[in-house]
């Protein structure tokens, strides 16, 4: 059962460009959504998140946005650098019934310089 | 301070063998959870601990199973090893159990089943 899908696996963008990664959800339960980030040879390492009563969260050149009534979030950054350059992980901890902590199938972004 | 660390890195196993993967969390974390991660696919929850007993299970045979020590470090065993166990597993701290608790990674244990 996968509740959180991110649909689009590769992205392109030109560094200084903004860059969008879009997630997918089918489970209204989640209270929170994240991002995480993946080098190679490298654990993934937390981004931002959201809680699911915002519909906007920024840090800096990161902002992540919620559309509960589509079950849909982005992760907006903007200006792209080429240090941006990984696998993005849309996840999200559900708290009802058995624990557990669901993670998108990911997007790599590869920023161009 | 010292990040979350797994033991070994990489490990070649043949099948029907059993394996032992170890996770040392961030000092006073005291939530430990197993990820699997095959090629091309986002990490699958296996297991969380926390306080030493499991507080999640994912969609993985018996096979597969955890435990945590007193000090909060933590070991993955599976056993009956099959050619589909390969794959990267990753062991993750956290401060609790909550929704927004993030998850610190470890690098990793590369396991290839031949």
């Known amino acids: 059962d996968q509740q959180v899908k991110q649909n689009s696996p590769s992205l392109s963008v030109q560094e200084g460009r903004i860059s969008i990664l879009n997630c997918d959800y089918t489970n209204s339960m989640f209270d929170y959504f994240l991002w995480y980030k993946k080098y190679p040879a490298e654990g993934p390492t937390f981004l931002i998140s959201?809680?699911?009563?915002?519909d906007k969260n920024e840090d800096g050149r990161f902002t992540v946005f919620l559309n509960k009534s589509a079950k849909h979030l982005s992760l907006h950054i903007v200006p792209s650098q080429p240090g941006d350059s990984a696998v993005y992980f849309c996840a999200a901890p559900r708290t009802s019934g058995t624990y557990k902590y669901i993670f998108g199938t990911g997007t790599r972004l590869k920023v161009l310089a | 301070d010292a990040g979350v660390t797994q033991s070994p890195t990489h490990l070649i196993k043949t099948r029907g063998q059993h394996v032992t993967l170890r996770c040392s969390p961030i000092?006073?974390?005291?939530?430990v959870s197993w990820y699997q991660q095959v090629l091309g696919q986002g990490p699958q929850f296996i297991f969380q601990y926390y306080e030493k007993e499991e507080r999640g299970r994912g969609n993985f045979p018996d096979r597969f199973s955890a435990r945590q020590f007193p000090n909060y470090s933590s070991e993955l065993n599976v056993n009956a090893l099959l050619l589909g166990d390969s794959a990267l597993y990753l062991c993750?701290?956290?401060?609790?159990?909550?929704?927004?608790?993030?998850?610190?990674f470890g690098a990793g244990t590369r396991l290839s089943v031949l």
């Open positions: 000092s006073g974390h005291k939530s």
């Open positions: 959201i809680s699911s009563i915002k």
């Open positions: 993750a701290s956290s401060l609790g159990v909550t929704g927004a608790a993030i998850q610190y």
